[in-house]
């Protein structure tokens, strides 16, 4: 399985952008997430589609404002960011793997992870 993350650039605050995150090999049954680390910070989860009891999570930071679509036919998660904010400063990342409940919001739990995009949003 591979991964391959695109779309990041820089944005202002209160703009949109789309994440993409093309997948090779076989994760019909793999949750796939997005991961993303700001400078001198840890790496923190985003969001996961078809996470561990098949549902959608957001982070709290994020709810409301992204979007994560799962198209298997194209073999693309998409993450639609709105009303972005400087603190989605951000190198992001995509991942798939089986992680449990306890492990969705863990980078334990993803086996195989894509490069990271840069995402930036400054005045």
């Known amino acids: 399985v591979q991964l391959q993350a695109s779309g990041g650039g820089l944005k202002q605050p ?3 952008l789309k994440l993409s995150c093309v997948w090779s090999g076989n994760v019909d049954y793999h949750s796939i997430a997005w991961f993303r680390q700001a400078p001198g910070k840890e790496r923190e989860a985003v969001s996961c ?3 561990a ?3 959608t999570w957001y982070d709290t930071s994020v709810k409301d404002r992204f979007t994560i679509v799962r198209d298997d ?3 693309t998660v998409f993450l ?3 009303t972005l904010k400087s603190e989605d400063t951000a190198v992001y990342s995509c ?3 089986y992680p449990i409940l306890s492990t969705v919001r863990t980078s334990a739990g993803y086996r195989y992870w894509g490069q990271g995009t840069q995402v930036t949003v400054s005045s």
Request: net charge neutral; hydrophobic share 30%.
């Open 73 to 75: 036919a194209r073999h």
């Open 95 to 97: 991942a798939a793997g």
């Open 53 to 55: 009891d098949r549902s």
């Open 49 to 51: 589609v078809s996470c």
């Open 80 to 82: 639609q960011m709105n």
């Open 14 to 16: 209160g703009e949109s």
